[in-house]
């Protein structure tokens, strides 16, 4: 199942506090990008997040869930109806996301 637009568009409103977010689609999915690193994805109309240690530190209750066949474990974000609380668990991974690899 593909996340819908709207999702998308919720979450970047919820975000909107946060620089320089972006997102990518891909196959129906959309990769959230926080100043240029991957945070993590919109699947299935789920946020999910990378499970870098500042995510788990900050998030109390952990959910893993997978977001696709195939693809590692992620963090599972149910409150994104908490404007504040996604804000701040952004800034608070951003250290810990990975930087992109340079093109060859």
Do not use: C, H, W
């Not at 499970?51 to 992620?74: T, W």
């Not at 800034?91 to 690899?101: F, N, V």
């Amino acid at each position: 199942m593909a996340s819908s637009k709207e999702f998308l568009e919720y979450i970047l409103e919820q975000l909107s506090e946060v620089e320089e977010i972006t997102y990518r689609a891909m196959m129906g999915e959309y990769i959230i990008y926080y100043k240029g690193r991957i945070a993590g994805g919109i699947y299935d109309d789920r946020l999910l997040i990378k499970p870098v240690k500042s995510a788990i530190d900050y998030v109390s209750d952990i959910r893993y869930e997978v977001p696709y066949e195939g693809a590692k474990k992620m963090i599972l974000i149910e409150e994104v109806d908490n404007k504040e609380y996604l804000t701040e668990l952004f800034k608070a991974i951003y250290d810990d996301l990975p930087t992109p690899k340079k093109k060859k």
